[in-house]
C-alpha cells in the first residue's frame, strides 16, 4: 500500500469506518470465506488497513492464482462476500472478474447479514 492509500484508509477509519470494519470482520460468511479462500483470519485485523496489509501479506506470488483458482467453488452470497472482501482491498478488478462482471446482482441470493457485510465493505472502497 501506497502512502497516499494508506492516508486515505487511516483518515476513513478515524471517521468511524471501524464500526462498519467490525460488521465485516464479525461476519461468520466473511470469516469462513476469506478463510478458505486466502487462510485470512480476519478477526485478527484491527481495522480496513490492517486487513489490507494482512491481506497481502506473504501471499504477493499466489494471491491472485489462488482465488481464481477457486472461481466456481463459492454460492452467490459467498462469492458476493469474496468479491466484497476483495473490491475493499483495492482489487476491483479481480472482483468484477470473479463475478464475470455482475457482483451486484449476487446480493440477490444474499440474507440481510451478508448484505450488511459486504455494504460494510463496500463502504471501505
Given at each position: 500500500m501506497n502512502a497516499v492509500d494508506y492516508l486515505v484508509a487511516s483518515f476513513w477509519n478515524r471517521l468511524g469506518a471501524g464500526v462498519?470494519?467490525?460488521?465485516?470482520?464479525?461476519?461468520k460468511v466473511v470469516h469462513d470465506v476469506l478463510k478458505r479462500a486466502i487462510d485470512l483470519d480476519v478477526s485478527q485485523c484491527v481495522d480496513w488497513v490492517d486487513y489490507r496489509q494482512?491481506?497481502?501479506?506473504?501471499r504477493r506470488d499466489?494471491?491472485?492464482?489462488?482465488?481464481?483458482?477457486?472461481?466456481?467453488?463459492?454460492?452467490?452470497?459467498?462469492?458476493?462476500?469474496?468479491?466484497?472482501?476483495?473490491?475493499?482491498?483495492?482489487?476491483v478488478w479481480l472482483a468484477n472478474e470473479m463475478s464475470g462482471g455482475a457482483?451486484?446482482?449476487?446480493?440477490?441470493?444474499?440474507?440481510?447479514?451478508?448484505r450488511r457485510a459486504v455494504a460494510a465493505a463496500m463502504l471501505a472502497i
Open positions: 462498519d470494519f467490525a460488521l465485516f470482520k464479525d461476519s494482512s491481506l497481502l501479506a506473504g499466489d494471491f491472485v492464482d489462488r482465488v481464481r483458482a477457486l472461481s466456481g467453488k463459492f454460492s452467490a452470497s459467498e462469492l458476493a462476500i469474496l468479491c466484497s472482501a476483495l473490491a475493499a482491498a483495492d482489487y457482483v451486484w446482482s449476487l446480493l440477490e441470493s444474499c440474507d440481510p447479514s451478508t
